[in-house]
């Protein structure tokens, strides 16, 4: 069973920054992205940015400027470089990704546990 373990949260000041990692059990067939995702509460869980196989990365225009995804394949790991924090960046953010634990089995949607990120003002 493939798990996604992120870390790298806390608290931290607006304009601070963090990196957050999300580190895969195991290596993942037949991935094609692998995103960082956030919730605040009381509202839906949006997309924050995400990274293919070959590099090629999305941003939320929230993000645009301060944060920068990266992957690195050797390690199963996928990071979210945070700058410029602002206090509405402040959620719980999951990494997420699809694919498969053994090549020939049905790709899977799996979700990390979360890791906390508050930004005071």
Known sequence: QV???ESGGGLVQAGGSL?????ASQRI???NAMGWYRQAPG???ELVASITSGGSTFYADFVKGRFTISRDN???TVYLQMNSLKPEDTAVYYCSTTGS???T???KTYWGQGTQVTVSS
């Open 43 to 45: 509202k839906q869980r």
């Open 101 to 103: 634990a053994i090549i």
């Open 19 to 23: 990196r957050l990692s999300c580190a």
């Open 105 to 107: 089995a049905t790709p």
């Open 29 to 31: 067939f037949r991935v």
């Open 3 to 5: 798990q996604l373990v």
């Open 74 to 76: 050797a390690k199963n």
